[in-house]
């Protein structure tokens, strides 16, 4: 899926194992690019550095078997999986899209933002991270302070209170339109 800007984070994370060879990327999803996704892992010699995954039932122990959340995407809605990411405490590097990791990150407390679609820039956030743990620690800390703005205990009662003004409020009109 293009959005999710796989395309991106492969190079991006091929100028992560120069510096760090131990590191391991896991891609998750399905989509029609999954053929070129495989060859620009070859073209980049990351084969035994990144895997694409597929489809997950077990996503809750994948993210605790993690250190770091990359969000390469080009654009988003309210990421919940990087929210979800957040919530075991995992510091975020992510593409400042138009909307979405912005509207939730705070740009080196939770994690990292980085111009939208700049490889090198990615690369060098993620190197950052990685190669101080004292760093992903602390934005692992404060990542898990900001999920809990996200919680269903926090979000549930906002819709209730929308839900209870739709219903309380007048009709508009009683006419029905039919389009054709």
């Not at 060879?21 to 990351?46: D, M, S, V």
């Not at 990144?50 to 390469?72: F, H, N, Q």
């Amino acid at each position: 899926m293009p959005q999710k800007g796989f395309d991106l984070l492969i190079p991006a994370f091929a100028q992560v194992v120069r510096e760090h060879p131990e590191w391991r990327l896991r891609i998750f999803g399905t989509g029609p690019r999954r053929g070129q996704l495989a060859g620009l892992i070859e073209q980049h010699g990351l084969g035994g550095h990144v895997a694409l995954r597929g489809r997950t039932d077990r996503l809750e122990e994948e993210l605790t078997d993690a250190s770091v959340y990359a969000l390469s995407s080009r654009f988003e809605g309210l990421p919940m999986v990087m929210i979800e990411a957040m919530t075991h405490a995992l510091p975020v590097v992510a593409f400042d899209c138009p909307t979405g990791p912005g509207d939730v990150l705070t740009d080196g407390v939770d994690g990292v933002l980085v111009p939208p679609r700049d490889v090198d820039a990615l690369a060098a956030a993620l190197s950052r991270v990685i190669a101080d743990r004292k760093l992903r620690v602390r934005m692992g800390r404060a990542a898990l302070r900001t999920s809990r703005a996200y919680g269903p205990d926090q979000i549930m009662p906002l819709w209730e209170d929308l839900f209870s003004e739709l219903l309380a409020g007048e009709r508009i009109s009683d006419t029905f339109w039919h389009g054709r």
